[in-house]
């Protein structure tokens, strides 16, 4: 079982929570798709997408729930992330927690995950 990640503004995740599904950050609108890490990828995404920010949450999906939307394409570095051709149903998300920083301004991630 597969998780991949996307990191969210608690903001965005209390908005998805209340129409039942995430549309994406404003990132995600603009490319057409939303953007997921996997765990190898996502401290290095915290890093060049998020750095110093706080307030956000780490969602965790099984990539096998999200079926025939999800697509594996090369992005940095040539690297294959998921990319989810849809809106996120909120039911799929299995893990929704709080990314806080550390005194050294860097993310804390839950045991296990990056």
Known sequence: MMMIYKIVTADLWQDALANQKLVGMPV??????????????????????????????????????LSGDLKWEPARGGDLFPHLYAHLPTVRVDLAVPLPLGADGRHRFPEGIA
């Open 28 to 65: 995600d609108l603009r490319d057409g798709y939303i953007h997921f890490s996997t765990a190898d990828q996502l401290r290095q995404t915290a890093e060049k997408h998020f750095k110093g920010q706080d307030g956000l949450i780490l969602l965790g999906v099984r990539a096998s729930a």
